[in-house]
Nanobody, 122 residues
Framework: QVQLVESGGGLVQAGGSLRLSCAAS????????MGWYRQAPGKQRELVAA???????NYADSVKGRFTISRDNAKNTVYLQMNSLKPEDTAVYYC????????????????WGQGTQVTVSS
């Protein structure tokens, strides 16, 4: 099992910045890609950004140029630097880790953090 603990959410004015952190513990050898999802009230959970163990990144179009995902493999931690925040970025942000089995089968939705609230005021 893997435990994911997020921190760094909060309330910020439009145009401001926040940095989210997600620390992984437990069976970390089974983790491949990590990422951040968000879910706003009444909306489906959506991918914000993801990063592979090798450092390749992927972003939602809505956050490109404003958000940066990074990963410290030595600390088993993934970060999301969010700049130029907009009210539409308001959501609960969830850390996600993809599990990879011993034979290479990927399970992208096996591990989730508890979520951290990000609220951007206009």
């Amino acid at each position: 099992q893997v435990q994911l603990v997020e921190s760094g959410g909060g309330l910020v004015q439009a145009g401001g910045s926040l940095r989210l952190s997600c620390a992984a513990s437990g069976s970390i050898f089974s983790i491949n890609a990590m990422g951040w999802y968000r879910q706003a009230p009444g909306k489906q959970r959506e991918l914000v950004a993801a990063i592979t163990s090798g450092g390749s990144t992927n972003y939602a179009d809505s956050v490109k140029g404003r958000f940066t995902i990074s990963r410290d493999n030595a600390k088993n931690t993934v970060y999301l630097q969010m700049n130029s925040l907009k009210p539409e970025d308001t959501a609960v942000y969830y850390c996600n880790a993809e599990r990879i089995s011993g034979v290479g089968v990927r399970y992208p939705y096996d591990y989730w953090g508890q979520g951290t609230q990000v609220t951007v005021s206009s």
